[in-house]
């Protein structure tokens, strides 16, 4: 599986982009636009594929480069972002009862997102605020 190390590593980063851009057009779409597709199937098993393939990536590569969640720091702080990430990004979209709580929830879903990519960019827990 090593040899194969750069393309896992593509689709990784690939799928990263595609489910935050994913994210990021159905929260606008819904919460400014109030546009009603955002939340039709289509789109849904889109991002549950998406994240899928991102989830397969990650285990992959976490196996090919033998660091893990709760031995290595960064992946630790990356794993329970996720779940925050996943969290907010629940109640952006369909859960938060007002128009202005879910994009308070997008704010920040989209803020954790960052987060996250500065913690995998860095291999640091403190991601971005390690560059000060």
Known sequence: ?????????TVHIAAVCFSGLLFLVRAIAGN???AEWTM???LRYLSYTIDSVLLTAAL????IVHQFPFV???LTAK???LVAYIVLGSYALKRAK???ARLVYTGAAVAVFVFIVSIA???NPLGLFSLL
């Open 1 to 9: 599986m090593e040899a194969f190390y750069l393309e896992i590593r």
């Open 32 to 34: 400014i636009f109030r």
């Open 40 to 42: 039709a199937a289509p």
């Open 60 to 63: 992959m590569l976490m196996t």
């Open 72 to 74: 290595d720091a960064w």
């Open 79 to 81: 794993v329970l972002l």
């Open 98 to 100: 007002t128009r202005t």
């Open 121 to 123: 960019r860095t291999h």
